[in-house]
């Protein structure tokens, strides 16, 4: 079953990165990147382009070292690094971020928006601006956002209404949104971490998963 609530995700930078890339020409900086994605992922294949074209264009003094697969946690725990300053950058979710600020949890409604427009006009305009500053005080705000896709759902039986998640332990984040949807819904809401979903369902914990088609 298709949502028509759209996963939006960021990437967030550290207060004090952004302080040190002020710092002199001649001086080289690396800024480390960690993220929960595999190396196969798109979003980790255009991170590598992404470092390549900042050491182009800062002619070598800038660099991004990046740390794929969780290598420094979860995607809540690399955003706690990032806040305390550990972690220059990282990619997160809506629902990631809305246990930063609950405002993220817009991003988090099932039905909210019309269409892919409609939800466009909205990430990429004044108030999604406002809303990727929101976590200033926190040490670290949105520098970008992509839309990855519509939320959908993967299981070991059809999902086509509703009804169906029904007595079902679904995956989710650990966005408080999330969970009550789930709930609502008839469903089991379980919070797993990306990178144990696969063994997770495998193994039977959960029989099924929320998320966008790419990270499927």
Same mark, same amino acid.
């Given at each position: 079953? $298709?949502?028509?609530?759209?996963?939006?995700?960021?990437?967030?930078?550290?207060?004090?990165?952004?302080?040190?890339?002020?710092?002199?020409? *001649?001086?080289?900086?690396?800024?480390?990147?960690?993220? !929960?994605?595999?190396?196969?992922?798109?979003?980790? +294949? %255009?991170?590598?382009?992404?470092?390549?074209?900042?050491? +182009?264009?800062?002619?070598?003094?800038? $660099? @991004?070292?990046?740390?794929?697969?969780?290598?420094?946690?979860? %995607?809540?725990?690399?955003? #706690?690094?990032?806040? !305390? &300053? *550990?972690?220059?950058?990282?990619?997160?979710? *809506?629902?990631?971020?809305?246990?930063?600020?609950?405002?993220? *949890?817009?991003? !988090?409604?099932?039905?909210?928006?019309?269409? +892919?427009?409609?939800?466009?006009?909205?990430?990429?305009? $004044?108030? &999604? $601006?406002?809303?990727?500053?929101?976590?200033? #005080?926190?040490?670290?705000?949105?520098?970008?956002?992509?839309? %990855?896709?519509?939320?959908?759902?993967?299981?070991?039986?059809? @999902?086509? =209404?509703?009804?169906?998640?029904?007595?079902? =332990?679904?995956?989710?984040?650990?966005?408080?949104?999330?969970?009550?949807?789930? #709930?609502?819904?008839?469903?089991?809401?379980?919070?797993?971490?990306?990178?144990?979903?696969?063994? %997770?369902? +495998?193994?039977?914990?959960?029989? &099924?998963?929320?998320?966008?088609?790419?990270?499927?």
């Amino acid at each position: 079953m $298709k949502k028509y609530a759209f996963s939006r995700s960021l990437i967030a930078i550290s207060l004090l990165a952004l302080f040190s890339s002020g710092a002199s020409a *001649a001086e080289k900086i690396t800024l480390k990147l960690a993220h !929960n994605l595999e190396r196969s992922h798109v979003v980790h +294949q %255009a991170f590598e382009e992404m470092a390549k074209e900042v050491n +182009q264009l800062s002619d070598g003094n800038m $660099k @991004i070292r990046i740390y794929p697969s969780s290598q420094m946690g979860s %995607a809540r725990e690399t955003m #706690e690094l990032l806040q !305390n &300053g *550990a972690l220059d950058l990282t990619k997160g979710s *809506a629902s990631d971020l809305e246990s930063f600020d609950n405002i993220y *949890a817009i991003y !988090n409604l099932p039905f909210l928006f019309n269409d +892919q427009n409609h939800f466009n006009k909205v990430v990429f305009g $004044k108030v &999604g $601006k406002e809303i990727m500053d929101s976590t200033k #005080e926190k040490g670290f705000f949105a520098l970008s956002a992509y839309v %990855a896709g519509t939320r959908s759902f993967y299981a070991k039986k059809p @999902i086509t =209404k509703p009804e169906d998640l029904k007595g079902l =332990k679904i995956r989710v984040q650990a966005s408080p949104t999330t969970l009550k949807m789930i #709930e609502l819904m008839g469903g089991s809401p379980t919070p797993i971490s990306f990178g144990e979903v696969y063994t %997770a369902m +495998q193994q039977g914990v959960v029989d &099924g998963a929320e998320n966008n088609v790419p990270s499927w």
